[in-house]
């Protein structure tokens, strides 16, 4: 059974840094680009940032040049590191495949973004 576990979420201020982590089963994630989605209340997901298998990072214009996606094949795991964080990124935030090939989402990180 796929699975996927998020970490490292929490509370910052504006302009604080976090770092999440998400570890897949490996059937899943050997062969296939990885992303991260962020949901906020009352939205769908979203990618905001994923990677190719062979490690080559494509970000969302939301995201871009505050965050960074890398993936560590030999251990199964994603991490997206988050600077310069703003009230607009406060969501949950998901690993997953894309384009999304995997129906179970993990239970995600929560991210909150207030002063």
């Known amino acids: 059974q796929v699975q996927f576990v998020e970490s490292g979420g929490g509370l910052v201020q504006p302009g604080g840094s976090l770092k999440l982590s998400c570890v897949a089963s490996r059937t899943i994630f050997s062969n296939h680009t990885m992303g991260w989605y962020r949901q906020a209340p009352g939205n769908k997901y979203n990618v905001i940032a994923r990677?190719?298998?062979?490690?080559?990072?494509i970000y969302a214009d939301s995201v871009k040049g505050r965050f960074t996606i890398a993936r560590d094949n030999a251990k199964n795991t994603i991490v997206l590191q988050m600077n310069n964080l703003q009230p607009e990124d406060t969501a949950d935030y998901f690993c997953?495949?894309?384009?999304?090939?995997?129906?179970?989402w993990g239970q995600g990180t929560r991210v909150t973004i207030s002063s």
């Open positions: 997953n495949t894309f384009p999304l090939l995997v129906s179970k």
């Open positions: 990677v190719t298998s062979g490690g080559s990072p």
